[in-house]
């Protein structure tokens, strides 16, 4: 596995030293969420040439996110989405994210649908989403990365049914693939979460993992929720993208919280690794 971390849970570091701290804690992958104190969207070339080299030596793995809270609004979370009016300007920095993962050898851009706004029908919610993501695709085409989307809960695609709806609305395009969230699936969906893995395995891209309870999306430490992740971890054995811990909310204790997460990620692979060896 090319365990990871999500940068946002690294806020107050600079993103070289939260990237140098986790290649010594042992991770070989980092989830660069796009944002104000890390890479912002506007970051010049010779930024993104710098954090690709820097990575490069760390031996990382990359992947872009754009899950920022106030990127692109200072006054409202998350706004604008691909479903607002204002979806113009949402689009136009997934194409910059684009730009940069090519730039920084990153496969994956991760984005998500957000919430219908209020006066908007699901019917043109989803038009309207269809019609940004078939555009983004024409530029994931161009510049050769592939879109990771994210079911979101209380989003107008929250679960793994509406990420399938979406990709078929999309012709199957190759280039549209999944970012599951662990967590999520807990929350959720109707299944246990091994079974949401495997649902998920055809279009898997790019992965989230945190612990959570049913019907609460709060992202915890492994251990403070209800997942059994040994099983988890064999679902998801031969993926070779990133799995990356997601944990933005525990940011003032990054490093420590960084290192019992891959400490925990390691001792529950091994589990899986011996029970395949005795055949339990």
Wanted: hydrophobic fraction near 40%.
């Amino acid at each position: 596995m090319i365990w990871s971390y999500c940068t946002n849970g690294f806020s107050d570091h600079r993103l070289d030293q939260a990237l140098t701290v986790l290649a010594e804690l042992g991770y070989t992958g980092a989830a660069i969420t796009l944002d104000h104190g890390h890479l912002p969207p506007d970051a010049s070339p010779a930024e993104v040439r710098r954090i690709a080299g820097l990575a490069g030596r760390l031996g990382l793995a990359l992947a872009v996110e754009t899950g920022g809270r106030y990127t692109l609004d200072p006054w409202r979370k998350h706004h604008p989405t691909l479903l607002d009016d204002g979806a113009g300007l949402r689009a136009g920095f997934l194409r910059r994210a684009m730009r940069i993962a090519a730039d920084l050898g990153a496969p994956v851009v991760h984005l998500w649908s957000g919430v219908r706004p209020p006066g908007v029908s699901a019917a043109e919610a989803w038009d309207r989403l269809v019609r940004q993501c078939e555009r983004l695709l024409d530029e994931a085409d161009r510049v050769g990365v592939t879109l990771g989307f994210e079911p979101e809960p209380g989003m107008l695609v929250e679960d793994l049914a509406g990420f399938e709806r979406l990709r078929g609305a999309l012709g199957g395009h190759p280039r549209f693939g999944l970012t599951l969230d662990i967590g999520h699936c807990r929350c959720l969906e109707p299944y246990d979460v091994p079974e949401c893995v495997r649902r998920a395995r055809p279009y898997l891209v790019h992965v989230q993992i945190e612990d959570m309870r049913r019907g609460v999306h709060e992202h915890l430490e492994f251990g403070a929720g209800e997942i059994d992740f040994p099983p988890v971890l064999a679902a998801l054995d031969g993926f070779d993208g990133l799995v990356a811990v997601e944990l933005a909310r525990h940011a003032h204790a990054a490093p420590e919280v960084a290192a019992r997460s891959i400490d925990f990620l390691r001792r529950a692979h091994d589990r899986v690794a011996e029970a395949g060896r005795t055949g339990r």
